[in-house]
């Protein structure tokens, strides 16, 4: 298994800018997430999902969005790049949303630098 | 402010000696606790789960304690190793929203020869 995968690994964009960041898992996970790493604070939710079709907002949505059509893929856009969104990106995936000992698996992250 | 403060912010020690990180959450209500180790450039991998019920969690050189009382949680590191040059993340899980968590700054930490 390849476990969770994302691309591209790094990324610059200018100001204004629209891209796409893709994840994917072949461990038919029903849940996936993204999140943003800044320095100095912890991982942040930007969009989950818990099943093809279904998605829903996390902490900080604002300009991203997302969409679910396979289980496997949970691609993240950036419709208009700012440089507020400059920070490296996580996608995660679990076998499900609930469960005390549900483990989240972490993909190898995005670093994204927006001028 | 955030839900889960850990100290150190970083730290550094000498390659076979311990360390102890903290965490301190404030997570309502509490499902599990769990501590991440990220790598530079990587994603963080799961090192211990723990629930209310459980108070000691090992993995390896790894010893996790949990006091669900006082909302405190620490990790120990015994007999560091150079590869445990990394962050520590603590992450707490509510049990009203599983799939939502809430994760700590993180404790970096460096070991040196």
């Known amino acids: 298994n390849a476990g969770v995968t994302q691309t591209p690994k790094f990324q610059v964009l200018k100001t204004g800018q629209s891209m796409t960041l893709q994840c994917a898992q072949d461990?038919?996970?029903?849940?996936m997430s993204w999140y943003r790493q800044d320095p100095g604070m912890g991982l942040r939710l930007i969009h989950y999902?818990?099943?093809?079709?279904?998605?829903d907002q996390g902490e900080v949505p604002n300009g991203y969005n997302v969409s679910r059509s396979t289980t496997e893929d949970f691609p993240l856009r950036l419709l208009s790049a700012a440089p507020s969104q400059t920070s490296v990106y996580f996608c995660?995936?679990?076998?499900?949303?609930?469960?005390?000992?549900?483990?989240?698996?972490f993909g190898p992250g995005t670093r994204l630098t927006v001028l | 402010k955030n839900q889960v403060e850990q100290s150190p912010q970083s730290l550094i020690i000498l390659e076979g000696k311990n360390c102890t990180l903290q965490?301190?959450?404030?997570?309502?209500?509490?499902?599990?606790l769990r501590w991440y180790k990220q790598d530079t450039g990587r994603g963080p991998v799961s090192l211990t789960i723990?629930?209310?019920?459980?108070n000691t969690k090992s993995n390896g050189r790894y010893t996790a304690t949990l006091d669900a009382d006082t909302k405190q949680s620490s990790l120990h590191i015994t007999a560091s190793q150079l590869s445990d040059s990394a962050s520590y993340i603590c992450?707490?899980?509510?049990?009203?929203?599983?799939?939502?968590?809430?994760f700590g700054a993180g404790t970096q930490v460096v070991v040196t020869p």
């Open positions: 995660a995936s679990s076998y499900s949303f609930s469960g005390l000992y549900n483990e989240q698996f």
């Open positions: 461990m038919n996970h029903e849940y």
């Open positions: 999902s818990v099943g093809a079709g279904i998605t």
């Open positions: 965490c301190n959450y404030t997570v309502s209500p509490f499902s599990n």
């Open positions: 723990m629930t209310f019920s459980e």
């Open positions: 992450v707490v899980s509510r049990s009203d929203s599983w799939g939502k968590l809430q």
